[in-house]
Protein backbone atom coordinates (compact mmCIF):
# COMPACT_ATOMS: atom_id res chain seq x y z
CA UNK A 1 0.00 0.00 0.00
CA UNK A 2 1.18 3.35 -0.83
CA UNK A 3 1.44 6.63 1.41
CA UNK A 4 0.46 8.64 -0.88
CA UNK A 5 -3.61 9.98 -1.37
CA UNK A 6 -5.37 7.69 -3.66
CA UNK A 7 -3.43 4.56 -2.48
CA UNK A 8 -4.34 0.95 -3.72
CA UNK A 9 -4.63 -1.75 -1.85
CA UNK A 10 -5.73 -5.06 -3.61
CA UNK A 11 -6.40 -8.28 -1.60
CA UNK A 12 -9.11 -11.01 -2.34
CA UNK A 13 -10.91 -9.26 -5.32
CA UNK A 14 -11.39 -6.17 -3.25
CA UNK A 15 -9.92 -2.68 -4.32
CA UNK A 16 -10.08 -0.13 -1.65
CA UNK A 17 -9.13 3.69 -2.40
CA UNK A 18 -8.20 5.26 0.09
CA UNK A 19 -8.63 9.29 0.03
CA UNK A 20 -9.02 12.05 2.35
CA UNK A 21 -12.68 12.52 2.07
CA UNK A 22 -13.73 9.24 1.00
CA UNK A 23 -12.85 5.68 1.09
CA UNK A 24 -14.59 3.82 -2.36
CA UNK A 25 -14.48 0.11 -2.70
CA UNK A 26 -14.92 -1.73 -5.51
CA UNK A 27 -15.97 -5.30 -5.36
CA UNK A 28 -15.04 -8.12 -7.42
CA UNK A 29 -18.85 -8.26 -8.82
CA UNK A 30 -18.40 -4.83 -10.08
CA UNK A 31 -20.07 -3.21 -7.38
CA UNK A 32 -19.40 0.32 -5.95
CA UNK A 33 -19.90 1.85 -2.85
CA UNK A 34 -18.90 5.30 -1.51
CA UNK A 35 -18.69 5.65 2.19
CA UNK A 36 -17.91 9.22 3.01
CA UNK A 37 -16.24 9.64 6.84
CA UNK A 38 -15.15 12.24 8.08
CA UNK A 39 -14.21 12.11 12.41
CA UNK A 40 -15.16 15.22 13.96
CA UNK A 41 -11.83 15.17 16.29
CA UNK A 42 -9.87 14.84 12.91
CA UNK A 43 -10.01 18.89 12.40
CA UNK A 44 -7.20 20.93 11.30
CA UNK A 45 -5.71 22.76 14.36
CA UNK A 46 -3.73 25.52 13.44
CA UNK A 47 -0.59 26.25 14.59
CA UNK A 48 2.07 29.50 14.21
CA UNK A 49 5.20 26.97 13.59
CA UNK A 50 5.03 25.46 9.63
CA UNK A 51 6.15 21.97 10.57
CA UNK A 52 3.83 21.33 13.57
CA UNK A 53 1.12 21.96 10.72
CA UNK A 54 2.63 19.89 8.74
CA UNK A 55 2.80 16.98 10.61
CA UNK A 56 -0.57 17.26 12.27
CA UNK A 57 -2.19 17.79 8.37
CA UNK A 58 0.00 14.26 7.97
CA UNK A 59 -1.44 12.76 11.04
CA UNK A 60 -5.05 13.63 10.16
CA UNK A 61 -4.61 12.30 6.65
CA UNK A 62 -3.86 9.06 8.08
CA UNK A 63 -6.07 8.66 11.17
CA UNK A 64 -8.67 9.74 8.12
CA UNK A 65 -7.54 7.01 6.06
CA UNK A 66 -7.30 4.51 9.56
CA UNK A 67 -11.13 5.43 10.18
CA UNK A 68 -12.91 4.53 6.24
CA UNK A 69 -10.92 1.40 6.47
CA UNK A 70 -12.70 1.07 9.85
CA UNK A 71 -15.67 1.85 8.46
CA UNK A 72 -15.49 -0.56 5.76
CA UNK A 73 -14.74 -3.37 8.05
CA UNK A 74 -17.49 -2.83 9.59
CA UNK A 75 -19.49 -2.99 6.73
CA UNK A 76 -17.98 -6.03 5.58
CA UNK A 77 -18.37 -7.94 8.68
CA UNK A 78 -22.15 -6.55 8.66
CA UNK A 79 -22.78 -8.55 5.31
CA UNK A 80 -20.68 -11.70 6.44
CA UNK A 81 -22.24 -11.96 9.38
CA UNK A 82 -26.30 -11.39 7.13
CA UNK A 83 -24.96 -14.94 4.86
CA UNK A 84 -23.46 -16.67 8.17
CA UNK A 85 -27.05 -15.87 9.33
CA UNK A 86 -28.61 -17.32 6.46
CA UNK A 87 -26.47 -20.32 6.69
CA UNK A 88 -27.14 -20.93 9.70
CA UNK A 89 -30.85 -20.79 9.03
CA UNK A 90 -29.91 -23.73 6.30
CA UNK A 91 -28.13 -25.31 9.09
CA UNK A 92 -31.43 -25.93 11.58
CA UNK A 93 -33.84 -26.80 8.78
CA UNK A 94 -31.38 -29.45 7.25
CA UNK A 95 -30.40 -31.24 10.72
CA UNK A 96 -26.77 -30.13 10.13
CA UNK A 97 -24.07 -29.60 13.17
CA UNK A 98 -23.74 -26.08 13.51
CA UNK A 99 -19.91 -26.50 13.47
CA UNK A 100 -17.84 -27.94 10.36
CA UNK A 101 -14.59 -28.54 12.11
CA UNK A 102 -12.95 -29.79 8.63
CA UNK A 103 -14.29 -26.08 6.60
CA UNK A 104 -12.79 -23.96 9.76
CA UNK A 105 -9.09 -25.11 9.70
CA UNK A 106 -9.11 -25.17 5.48
CA UNK A 107 -10.44 -21.68 6.71
CA UNK A 108 -7.58 -20.79 9.08
CA UNK A 109 -5.52 -22.01 6.77
CA UNK A 110 -6.27 -20.16 3.65
CA UNK A 111 -6.20 -17.07 5.71
CA UNK A 112 -3.08 -17.56 7.25
CA UNK A 113 -1.49 -17.96 3.33
CA UNK A 114 -3.39 -14.76 2.93
CA UNK A 115 -1.86 -12.93 5.76
CA UNK A 116 1.45 -14.11 5.04
CA UNK A 117 0.98 -12.81 1.73
CA UNK A 118 0.12 -9.53 2.67
CA UNK A 119 2.83 -9.22 5.16
CA UNK A 120 0.37 -9.33 7.84
CA UNK A 121 0.90 -11.75 11.30
CA UNK A 122 -0.55 -15.16 10.89
CA UNK A 123 -0.86 -15.96 14.38
CA UNK A 124 -3.05 -12.54 14.46
CA UNK A 125 -4.91 -13.68 11.40
CA UNK A 126 -5.61 -16.48 12.84
CA UNK A 127 -7.26 -15.27 16.05
CA UNK A 128 -9.18 -12.48 14.29
CA UNK A 129 -10.85 -15.68 11.96
CA UNK A 130 -11.23 -17.71 14.93
CA UNK A 131 -13.11 -15.13 16.94
CA UNK A 132 -15.52 -14.46 14.29
CA UNK A 133 -16.08 -18.48 13.45
CA UNK A 134 -17.09 -18.96 17.40
CA UNK A 135 -19.23 -15.80 17.05
CA UNK A 136 -20.86 -17.88 13.81
CA UNK A 137 -20.99 -20.99 15.41
CA UNK A 138 -22.79 -19.42 18.74
CA UNK A 139 -25.52 -17.74 15.60
CA UNK A 140 -26.38 -21.04 14.51
CA UNK A 141 -26.87 -22.58 17.63
CA UNK A 142 -29.30 -20.31 18.60
CA UNK A 143 -30.78 -21.10 14.88
CA UNK A 144 -30.27 -24.75 15.64
CA UNK A 145 -32.28 -24.36 19.27
CA UNK A 146 -35.21 -22.31 17.51
CA UNK A 147 -35.92 -24.85 14.46
Wanted: overall charge positive; glycine content about 6%; some cysteine.
Amino acid sequence: MESSDGALVRRIGVTVAVMPEQMVCNFAKGKAAALPFRHPANKRRRTSFNGAHMADEILNRYRESIDNIDAALVFMLAERFKITKAVGEYKATAKLPPADPGRESVQIERLRRLAKDANLDPDFSEKFLRFIIDEVIHHHRQAGAKG
